[in-house]
């Protein structure tokens, strides 16, 4: 009897390892980004490892992860995180290494989802918007959406400068890959605050993702700046919104593993197949933001890649945001843009 309980727990003892691989925590943004994942990688995980994914909702909170690395009690595997936390993150630490030995070819992606301790997950970007029922003429271009002789109405634009700016100079005939080198000049950033002056009185702001569509379709603006999935979901609500996706500005959220998990190789495998071109083009049919792995473009139609960032059609005009840039000015020009907003 007693050989029997000792076999059995050394058996136990020895299965540990195993049981605590057999149980991995992703943290995402949730909402229908978080159902897409579940979709294209939770489901074929689990049934593929048999391993039970935990799935976390979080807002992005950097220092919970933080908290964790420093106080050596990690209890998240994977986490999804916004392009300046990768940055930011990786200086510190606070991440593991990726072994892209284990993730795929880095020719295979977007340049900007290689990095030392993150793997881009998706492409998002920052776009002009319209109601396809309201306005019979397409706007263009950021100069079609200052012109309000052309297309009189209200404007919706994000409270803020980050991506306002960039817009601005756009619309002031800038071209996209001279505009952070014109933004970091004093006379760049007079330019663009010279602009935003102009469309002033016809700005309506918003501070919530949800807002543009609903502004748009309750016919108080007649163009909007907006998250392009934001625009995909009323799309897929039946509502006839549209993009113009000339001068977008497109960023990355990125995959990372908090440093000191003890689920590292199972959380490796995780964002590998995450970052595969057949999961990430079953991602991108159910929310329409862009893969990182160029090869999962060979595999969407015509219809979901007309919708997507990355598509060589939508992608061909548009900006990348660079964080080094808000980095090192945003504090600055958010405070001139309160104080000119104030006004």
Not at 201 to 207: D, H, M, R, T
Request: hydrophobic share 45%; glycine share 6%.
């Amino acid at each position: 009897m007693l050989k029997t309980s000792v076999a059995l727990a050394a058996a136990l003892l020895a299965a540990l390892p195993a049981m605590a691989e057999s149980q991995l925590t992703v943290v995402n943004f949730g909402g229908a980004n978080g159902a897409a994942q579940k979709k294209a990688y939770v489901e074929p995980f689990e049934k593929t490892t048999g391993t039970k994914i935990v799935s976390v909702e979080y807002n992005g909170e950097q220092a919970k992860i933080k908290a964790m690395v420093e106080t050596k009690k990690v209890s998240w595997d994977v986490v999804e995180v916004e392009s300046p936390d990768a940055a930011r993150g990786c200086d510190e630490g606070l991440f593991e290494k990726m072994d892209w030995s284990k993730v795929g070819n880095k020719a295979d992606f977007n340049p900007a989802a290689v990095s030392e301790c993150a793997v881009g997950a998706f492409v998002w970007s920052t776009v002009m918007a319209y109601d396809g029922d309201k306005l019979k003429t397409a706007p263009k271009t950021w100069a079609d959406f200052w012109d309000v002789k052309k297309f009189p109405g209200k404007r919706a634009m994000r409270k803020g400068a980050r991506y306002n700016l960039e817009f601005a100079l756009m619309a002031d005939g800038v071209k996209p890959a001279d505009v952070y080198k014109v933004l970091a000049t004093k006379e760049g950033a007079d330019r663009a605050f010279k602009k935003m002056s102009e469309l002033k009185a016809n700005i309506q702001w918003w501070e919530a993702g949800a807002q543009p569509p609903q502004f748009l379709v309750a016919g108080d603006v007649v163009m909007a700046t907006a998250f392009n999935g934001r625009i995909d979901a009323a799309q897929r609500e039946g509502k006839n919104l549209k993009i113009t996706w000339t001068g977008g500005i497109y960023d990355l959220d990125y995959w990372v593993i908090p440093k000191g998990t003890p689920n590292k190789d199972l959380a490796m495998k995780y964002i590998a197949l995450a970052a595969s071109p057949d999961a990430q083009a079953e991602y991108a049919r159910h929310i329409s933001y862009g893969p990182t792995n160029n090869k999962a473009l060979a595999k969407l139609d015509a219809k979901v890649l007309a919708q997507l960032p990355t598509s060589p059609a939508n992608a061909k005009d548009s900006l990348k945001f660079d964080i080094a840039f808000w980095a090192d000015q945003g504090e600055a020009l958010e405070k001139r843009f309160a104080s000119w907003a104030a006004q």
